[in-house]
């Protein structure tokens, strides 16, 4: 699986097939298929084209190239395709990314408006890995195993060095999600001045009217997670803070949005553009 996660991101721009991938691999294409997607969660496939818009964002963010150029470099053919898949993994478009990730506009992406079918509330804990000073941390109900626009709930908290710290989405939808976290932590050693966090849950079922319990441990990036593709703020940790007592019971009530923020500061800084797992080495 590492041979072949490094075979994505070297040759990415290039019409890589299923075939292709797994004879990096050196495996069956439906053997390897399989594998593929115990480890990861995806397809080859899917984990391939998140991989082409992030290093679409990346281009968009540090370099001037023109998009009809970014959309060929990342392996496009048509500017239009591009555009489209972009505009419904990121949550904007291309252009729109560009000029608000540069001015600092970008905030907490707003949920996915659904019908009025019942809603409950997913409410549990976020935790730190060893090592990590206060992180601030966006918190999301999906409904893919991908960090990709649209999310149906979302917050975003402050947690503690050394201690979890509460989370709440209210007014989520009736149905199974996958919860998702995404964070940015102090370094505690000098040259690791912030560190990239990642975790999530498995898939949890919500009722109306109900509370689903799943608490979230993050973890630095490993090579076989996908890309964070929807459009984020920048996650700046607090520099001090106290941790919760402790959790209280949530009752789920009507609200006008599904996104509760938790202890956040005011203030939408520059988009967290470039969250990405860890790639191998090259």
């Not at 973890?219 to 106290?242: N, Q, S, T, Y």
Request: aromatic share 6%; with cysteine; glycine share 10%.
């Amino acid at each position: 699986m590492e041979r072949a996660i490094e075979c994505i991101w070297e040759r990415y721009s290039e019409p890589l097939s299923l075939a292709d991938i797994a004879r990096s691999a050196g495996l069956s294409r439906f053997y390897f298929a399989r594998l593929f997607r115990d480890a990861t969660g995806i397809t080859p496939g899917r984990f391939l084209a998140a991989i082409r818009i992030h290093q679409a964002k990346c281009l968009l963010l540090d370099t001037s190239m023109r998009i009809t150029d970014i959309s060929f470099a990342v392996g496009y053919n048509s500017l239009g395709s591009f555009t489209n898949y972009f505009t419904t993994s990121v949550g904007v478009s291309p252009g729109r990314f560009r000029r608000l990730s540069r001015t600092g506009e970008i905030g907490l992406p707003d949920p996915e408006p659904r019908p009025p079918t019942g809603a409950g509330a997913i409410a549990g804990t976020v935790g730190l890995p060893e090592g990590c000073g206060n992180a601030r941390v966006y918190v999301g109900a999906f409904g893919t195993p991908i960090v990709q626009h649209p999310s149906v709930a979302a917050a975003i908290v402050d947690v503690p060095s050394g201690r979890p710290c509460c989370y709440r989405l209210l007014d989520v939808p009736a149905g199974t999600w996958f919860v998702h976290a995404v964070g940015v932590a102090e370094g505690v050693e000098p040259w690791a001045r912030r560190t990239r966090l990642t975790g999530g849950h498995d898939p949890v079922p919500v009722t109306s009217d109900s509370v689903t319990s799943a608490a979230v441990r993050l973890r630095r990036g490993r090579p076989a997670d996908p890309p964070v593709l929807l459009a984020l703020p920048d996650l700046e940790p607090r520099p001090a803070l106290a941790g919760d007592a402790g959790c209280p019971v949530i009752t789920p009530r009507p609200a006008a949005g599904r996104h509760r923020a938790v202890r956040a500061t005011p203030g939408t800084p520059r988009s967290m553009a470039a969250a990405a797992p860890a790639r191998p080495p090259a």
